[in-house]
Nanobody, 117 residues
Framework: QVQLVESGGGLVQPGWSLRLSCAASGSAFGVYVMGWYRQPPGKQLELVASITSGGTTNYADSVKGRFTISRDNAKKTVDLQMNSLKPEDTAVYYC???????????WGQGTQVTVSS
């Protein structure tokens, strides 16, 4: 079993940066596909970025060139560096870990990111 705890959300102005972190506990973190999802107000959950155990990354078109996902398997952490933030990035951001074989996923509790002037 994996437990995920996010941190790093907050209120920032457009154009600013934030770094979200997700700390995992439990075994076999290194094999999981880790991802960041977000749910904007009144909208559906959407994938922001993901990273495989080997470091292959995938990004939503809306964040390409602005966001960077990274992981440290030794520390059991996955981070999301968010630059040039826009008001439309406002959402609750969730960390997710999905087993590559069983496809079973674990979720963190979420962290609020608000981009507003």
């Amino acid at each position: 079993q994996v437990q995920l705890v996010e941190s790093g959300g907050g209120l920032v102005q457009p154009g600013w940066s934030l770094r979200l972190s997700c700390a995992a506990s439990g075994s076999a973190f290194g094999v999981y596909v880790m991802g960041w999802y977000r749910q904007p107000p009144g909208k559906q959950l959407e994938l922001v970025a993901s990273i495989t155990s080997g470091g292959t990354t995938n990004y939503a078109d809306s964040v390409k060139g602005r966001f960077t996902i990274s992981r440290d398997n030794a520390k059991k952490t996955v981070d999301l560096q968010m630059n040039s933030l826009k008001p439309e990035d406002t959402a609750v951001y969730y960390c997710n870990g999905k087993h590559p074989v069983t496809k079973y996923g674990y979720w963190g509790q979420g962290t609020q990111v608000t981009v507003s002037s």
